[in-house]
């Protein structure tokens, strides 16, 4: 069973920047499509970026599109979220998680390995 550790969250101010990183265990993220995803209080979970088995083809819902970049690093099993240009809006807990199942990268049923999650809080 794959285990995902995420860090990096942190306070930071509007405008500035924060990367998070998941390391795996009992799996190589080579082997896998994973992704990052968030939720802010009140609100159901989004999908916020993935990235496909070979780490070349990336994906990025429209809110974070030009400011946040998915990155693997076979060699240190793990796979990074580089945010910049940070917002309010984008204040949330963030999961990092393995797409184990066919189907759509931008949907939360294909996911089946999760993350505890890093809190990002962005104040202005």
């Known amino acids: 069973q794959v285990q995902l550790v995420e860090s990096g969250g942190g306070l930071v101010q509007a405008g500035g920047s924060l990367r998070l990183s998941c390391e795996a265990s009992?799996?190589?993220?080579?082997?896998?499509?994973m992704g990052w995803w968030r939720q802010a209080p009140g609100k159901e979970r989004e999908f916020v970026a993935a990235?496909?088995?070979?780490?070349?083809?990336?994906y990025y819902a429209d809110s974070v599109k030009g400011r946040f970049t998915i990155d693997k690093t076979n060699a240190k099993n793990t796979v990074s979220l580089q945010m910049n240009a940070l917002n309010p809006e984008d204040t949330a807990i963030y999961y990092c998680?393995?797409?184990?199942?066919?189907?759509?990268?931008?949907?939360?049923?294909?996911?089946?390995?999760w993350g505890q999650g890093t809190q990002v809080t962005v104040y202005s």
């Open positions: 998680a393995v797409a184990n199942q066919w189907g759509y990268l931008y949907s939360e049923g294909t996911y089946d390995y």
């Open positions: 009992g799996g190589t993220v080579s082997s896998y499509r």
């Open positions: 990235v496909d088995w070979s780490g070349r083809n990336r």
